[in-house]
């Protein structure tokens, strides 16, 4: 409803302009305004390429299998080096977040080999370095015969997202806005090179700290010794007079 000016109440000219500018206020907003009830919130969606394509990360066992006879007492030297290069990739690709487990049959033909077998993997693996708290063995029902020693781990894989979509013409798209496709390409390529994917979960545990120089210095304080690095007359810098 529209409101004349002149049909106001007289009253005096400042009130009376006052009044004015308030109908014309009410109209003027009440001319603009739509029906749209639709969620007013600026901005939502998801803009970033690791949010609209993000990259899978995930554990799948890793599994090796060692052939023991029964007449063996150990492992042959090519099933040594094949233990080896297993525990170097596992090392590699799993930087120590999951333990290496060790399946001995048990009720089968070979069980007293693979016994051996698996205290001989035992001791490859803690004179590589790994831990005993990294190391499980476990055993498993054989249906008889000569059944293999399995040595298995975790290892992170990244999937990469899937390229290629594109639902809409970008000579039409007026919102100025990221297409969907956008930046899908660098995840992809960034899953498929990634050396160890379990760096795209969280950062590496820290390794043991260097502890000879500390015990050096510490040994010379409790003795009352000056703590600094000794140096030779050459060693020392010299500044000219």
């Given at each position: 409803?529209?409101?004349?000016?002149?049909s106001?109440?007289?009253?005096?000219?400042?009130?009376?302009?006052?009044?004015?500018?308030?109908?014309?206020?009410?109209?003027?907003?009440?001319?603009?305004?739509?029906?749209?009830?639709?969620?007013?919130?600026a901005?939502?969606?998801?803009?970033?390429?690791?949010?609209?394509?993000?990259?899978?990360v995930?554990?799948?066992?890793?599994?090796?299998?060692?052939?023991?006879?029964?007449?063996?007492r150990?492992?042959?030297?090519?099933?040594?080096?094949?233990?080896?290069?297993f525990?170097?990739?596992?090392?590699?690709?799993?930087?120590?977040?999951?333990?290496?487990?060790?399946?001995?049959?048990?009720g089968?033909?070979?069980?007293?080999?693979?016994?051996?077998?698996?205290?001989?993997?035992?001791?490859?693996?803690?004179?590589?370095?790994?831990?005993?708290?990294?190391?499980?063995?476990?055993?498993?029902?054989?249906?008889?015969?000569?059944s293999p020693?399995?040595?298995?781990?975790?290892?992170?894989?990244?999937?990469?997202?899937?390229?290629?979509?594109?639902?809409?013409?970008?000579?039409e798209?007026?919102?100025?806005?990221?297409y969907p496709?956008?930046?899908?390409?660098?995840?992809?390529?960034?899953?498929?090179?990634?050396?160890n994917?379990?760096?795209?979960?969280?950062?590496?545990?820290?390794?043991?700290?260097?502890?000879?120089?500390r015990?050096?210095v510490?040994?010379?304080y409790?003795?009352?010794?000056?703590?600094?690095a000794?140096?030779t007359?050459?060693?020392?810098?010299?500044?000219?007079?």
């Open positions: 409803m529209k409101t004349d000016p002149a106001l109440p007289a009253t005096h000219g400042p009130a009376r302009l006052v009044l004015a500018c308030v109908a014309v206020l009410a109209t003027s907003l009440g001319g603009c305004r739509n029906d749209f009830t639709g969620p007013q919130v901005g939502w969606s998801m803009v970033g390429a690791t949010e609209r394509h993000p990259i899978i995930s554990q799948q066992p890793q599994t090796m299998q060692i052939h023991v006879p029964a007449s063996t150990g492992l042959s030297p090519r099933q040594r080096a094949d233990v080896l290069e525990a170097d990739r596992s090392r590699a690709s799993d930087a120590g977040n999951s333990r290496l487990v060790i399946q001995a049959p048990g089968g033909a070979n069980e007293v080999a693979a016994m051996h077998a698996v205290g001989e993997i035992r001791q490859i693996l803690g004179d590589m370095g790994f831990p005993e708290s990294s190391i499980a063995v476990e055993a498993y029902h054989a249906d008889g015969g000569n020693v399995r040595v298995s781990y975790l290892r992170y894989v990244a999937e990469a997202p899937t390229c290629g979509y594109w639902p809409t013409n970008l000579a798209q007026r919102d100025n806005g990221n496709n956008f930046g899908c390409a660098n995840q992809h390529n960034l899953a498929v090179m990634v050396a994917p379990a760096d795209l979960v969280g950062p590496r545990t820290e390794s043991d700290r260097p502890g000879e120089r015990d050096v510490w040994d010379r409790v003795k009352g010794k000056p703590t600094a000794e140096k007359e050459d060693e020392k810098t010299k500044i000219a007079k």
